[in-house]
């Protein structure tokens, strides 16, 4: 039976793509001013569901109602129509026009047949109040930063007034202090009575905003819950298992250092970094915005340049600003960005995998391509890639088995030195546990990781050593056992004093802290 407020329903929708079913008999429903958290693993048919609903698939069995009438959405403009507004995860905004050229972009005001400017620019100011962002109308958007942009397609989706507005992963890429700007936001539209269909992978999140929670697991939808559902039993939805241990880091003994780097400086960026990376260690990166971790990385790697300092492999030095002799050193790089910078996103699996060790692959100008595929095909089951076959372009795949692609191609190449820069961020939490499994068996393998994460708990639960980053320098170094969440932002802030690291859980948004945020 409906609920009176009832907004929106599915019922029993399929979806299916060559070799893949995506959606298997999905039902959902939304009510007028709620927040419907959408939970599941990466592949589990979130995305699928919401592109159905925003009009870029169609279901191939099922039905959509929308108060209760049932609806054909086969576009855009259909679900604009019927008062539904999609934000996606990469913005849907053109860089080079203002903000309210953006806000209005095809469904500009006219008067006498040109665009009424005034118009266009005054209701773009007032959709920027209502959500609380103080831009200017005729800000270019390549201007902005993440948070604006969201609010910009948030007062996009309000211009087309939208009754149903789905956030696909809106917190990914945002500070604690943006989140809850986001949050306030959201809950002034709830009590507008806008609806709300929510997708996030951090747990800590349902309760702080969700009203009610449909979990989807392997294309079906497995159980709708309240958000306040404890996290335990929603990663067992999740997951189908019980998840006892969030980071299950096992320890292995120290050896010889694999990476050592010595007064690593760049004018401006960083300076004199000294650190070293033994076989058998993950060592965390942690620190403040800005703090210039991943501008070292980039350096270790030879991917930017650096003025002074040196990097040295199993103990041999290696030229600066030279990727390819990182890679004959056996250094590898999962860059932050994965989309723009780990993979091609056009290429299949199988093509990505064998990415680092083509090279090697290749004798007399030919590559021996069944040699590549049988690696590729025994490295993608190692991993559990939820994939139609090793032939599925790899930009088709779900953020996690695409993460898992990255890290593999590496672990193909046998590299001494793995660098991982924000390695779970936008990945379900069962994805993690394997991600973590894999650390684990690289160390236990007598390799060395080097690992940069936003996400505080899991440097702390992971790494073996703690380095601190401020403001381009090393702050300290925290042995696992004493690396704390208070020691970790002491050090991150430049905190000299015990009273200053008390109060740090109090004053880490005005900080614009990272990792701040548990999982």
Do not use: C
């Amino acid at each position: 039976m409906s609920h009176p407020d009832e907004l929106l329903r599915i019922e029993g929708i399929r979806k299916t793509f060559p070799g893949v079913v995506a959606l298997d008999s999905v039902d959902f429903d939304l009510r007028r001013g709620e927040v419907h958290v959408l939970l599941g693993e990466n592949g589990a048919g979130k995305s699928t569901l919401i592109k159905m609903l925003s009009g870029a698939y169609r279901p191939d069995a099922g039905r959509v109602l929308v108060d209760g009438q049932e609806v054909r959405i086969h576009g855009a403009q259909d679900a604009e129509r019927l008062g539904i507004a999609t934000i996606y995860q990469e913005f849907n905004l053109v860089p080079e026009l203002t903000v309210a050229e953006n806000i209005f972009l095809g469904r500009q005001p006219r008067r006498f047949g040109l665009i009424d400017r005034k118009k266009m620019y005054a209701d773009a100011a007032e959709l920027l109040e209502r959500v609380g962002v103080a831009t200017a109308p005729d800000t270019l958007v390549r201007e902005l930063g993440i948070a604006r942009l969201q609010m910009v397609e948030i007062a996009k989706a309000l211009s087309l007034d939208a009754r149903v507005l789905i956030m696909d992963e809106p917190t990914a890429v945002l500070t604690s202090e943006e989140v809850e700007k986001l949050f306030r936001i959201v809950r002034r539209l709830r009590e507008d009575g806008v609806a709300v269909v929510f997708i996030t992978h951090h747990l800590e999140e349902i309760a702080a905003l969700g009203d009610r929670v449909t979990v989807l697991r392997d294309g079906r939808s497995v159980d709708q819950v309240p958000a306040s559902t404890p996290e335990d039993e929603l990663v067992r939805l999740m997951v189908g298992r019980s998840i006892d241990q969030q980071y299950p880091r096992r320890a292995a003994e120290a050896g010889e250092p694999l990476l050592s780097v010595a007064g690593l400086t760049r004018q401006g960026v960083f300076h004199d970094i000294g650190f070293e990376v033994r076989a058998g260690e993950v060592v965390g990166i942690a620190g403040l915005v800005g703090a210039g971790r991943t501008e070292v990385v980039r350096a270790v790697f030879g991917a930017d340049h650096y003025d002074a300092g040196t990097v040295r492999v199993a103990g041999a030095v290696l030229p600066a600003h030279d990727v390819s002799a990182s890679l004959a050193a056996g250094i590898g790089l999962v860059p932050e960005d994965r989309k723009g910078q780990g993979l091609l996103l056009d290429a299949s699996v199988a093509e990505n995998l064998g990415l680092v060790t083509l090279r090697a692959a290749t004798r007399g100008g030919l590559v021996d391509r069944k040699a590549q595929h049988t690696a590729a095909e025994g490295m993608a089951e190692r991993l559990g890639v939820r994939m139609a076959g090793l032939g599925q372009r790899v930009g088709t795949l779900s953020g996690g088995n695409q993460q898992k692609v990255v890290i593999g191609k590496w672990l193909l190449a046998e590299v001494k030195v793995l660098i991982l820069d924000e390695p779970t961020r936008g990945i379900d939490v069962g994805a993690k546990v394997e991600i973590y499994e894999l650390i684990n068996a690289l160390t236990d393998a007598g390799h060395a990781v080097l690992m940069i994460s936003s996400d505080l708990p899991e440097v702390l639960g992971m790494s073996d050593r703690v380095l601190v980053m401020a403001q381009g320098r090393l702050a300290g170094e925290l042995a696992a056992h004493e690396a704390t969440q208070d020691a970790v932002m002491a050090l991150a802030v430049g905190a000299t004093d015990t009273t200053r690291t008390a109060d740090m859980s109090r004053t880490e948004n005005d900080e614009g802290v990272e990792g701040s945020r548990g999982h």
